[in-house]
């Protein structure tokens, strides 16, 4: 599915939404000893890193 790329402040928006998927998967690795904790992390870094995706039209 080819997608349009965005205004260049669209893209720098998903590049730091994007980013922040990012750590937040890292956070959730490095507090896996909490269950509910990496949960969380994880599914809101995977959230944050697809619609960064979507946001730089990538």
């Not at 750590?23 to 619609?51: D, E, M, N, P, R």
Request: glycine share 18%; aromatic share 6%.
């Amino acid at each position: 599915m080819a997608t349009t790329p965005g205004t260049p402040q669209m893209q720098a928006l998903g590049q730091y939404v994007q980013l922040a998927g990012m750590g937040a998967l890292i956070a959730g690795a490095i507090l896996s000893v909490h269950h509910y904790a990496i949960g969380l992390c994880i599914i809101g870094g995977a959230a944050a890193f697809y619609i960064g995706k979507k946001m730089r039209g990538a």
